[in-house]
């Protein structure tokens, strides 16, 4: 168990619909990664926020927005779903955000769109 | 831009085999590198990593050496178990001060008793 936790496990959607993904990182942690994780893609990084701020940027689509909280917790919401979003989505934290440290991630959402 | 290109899968090997999965990357500055596994319906977690070159990172048996040189971060295990079959992530971290990590597409290892 990581101490990264993610909501819901699994969800299952229409196209062009909308969805947020929930994830909590590790207690004291203050920076939360996004990834997706798809079989043609492989993993691709989408976002980083480092306590509450947009730190780096990755292949994340314009429908996709991200947020972190005071709480330090994060959504995704993903909005106008098309079939090819449907995919593996991981969470991950790191107590700082500079490139030496290791990141715990969460068991990801699995988002399917029908 | 950064990349990471690793060994293609599947992986398969008898229980106490050696295992070799290469790994090399393009990047700008001095990365580090990090090894994932990633155990079937888990999510990834940090097998070992290196930040400098000729570092050598080593977890659970399993070892890879930082070689600037050669822009390579090879995973060697002497004897793999059969509890070591997971997907393997190769991955390498921007030096730039913010942790933009650029992963390979990971080679999936299964040993066989």
């Known amino acids: 168990d990581s101490g990264v936790t993610q909501t819901p496990k699994h969800l299952i959607t229409a196209t062009g619909q909308r969805v947020t993904l929930r994830c909590s990182p590790r207690?004291?942690?203050?920076?939360v990664y996004w990834y997706q994780q798809s079989l043609d893609q492989g993993l691709q990084f989408l976002i980083q926020?480092?306590?509450?701020?947009?730190?780096a940027k990755g292949n994340i689509l314009e429908r996709f927005s991200a947020q972190q909280f005071p709480d330090l917790h994060s959504e995704l919401n993903l909005s106008s779903l098309e079939l090819g979003d449907s995919a593996l989505y991981f969470c991950?934290?790191?107590?700082?955000?500079?490139?030496?440290?290791?990141?715990?991630f969460g068991p990801g959402t699995r988002l399917t769109v029908l | 831009g950064n990349s990471v290109t690793q060994m293609e899968g599947p992986v398969t090997l008898s229980e106490e085999a050696f295992l070799t999965i290469n790994c090399t990357y393009t990047?700008?500055?001095?990365?580090?590198l990090f090894w994932y596994v990633q155990y079937p319906g888990e999510g990834l977690q940090l097998l070992l990593k290196?930040?400098?070159?000729?570092d050598k990172g080593s977890n659970k048996g399993f070892e890879a050496t930082y070689r600037k040189e050669t822009t390579s971060f090879h995973l060697e295990k002497g004897s793999v178990q059969v509890s070591d079959s997971a997907v393997y992530f190769c991955?390498?971290?921007?030096?730039?001060?913010?942790?933009?990590?650029?992963f390979g597409t990971g080679t999936k290892l299964q040993v066989i008793p």
């Open positions: 991955a390498l971290s921007d030096s730039g001060g913010y942790q933009k990590v650029t």
């Open positions: 991950a934290s790191s107590d700082r955000g500079d490139s030496y440290n290791e990141q715990f």
């Open positions: 990047a700008t500055g001095y990365p580090s």
């Open positions: 290196a930040t400098k070159a000729d």
């Open positions: 926020y480092y306590n509450g701020e947009e730190r």
């Open positions: 207690s004291g942690d203050l920076s």
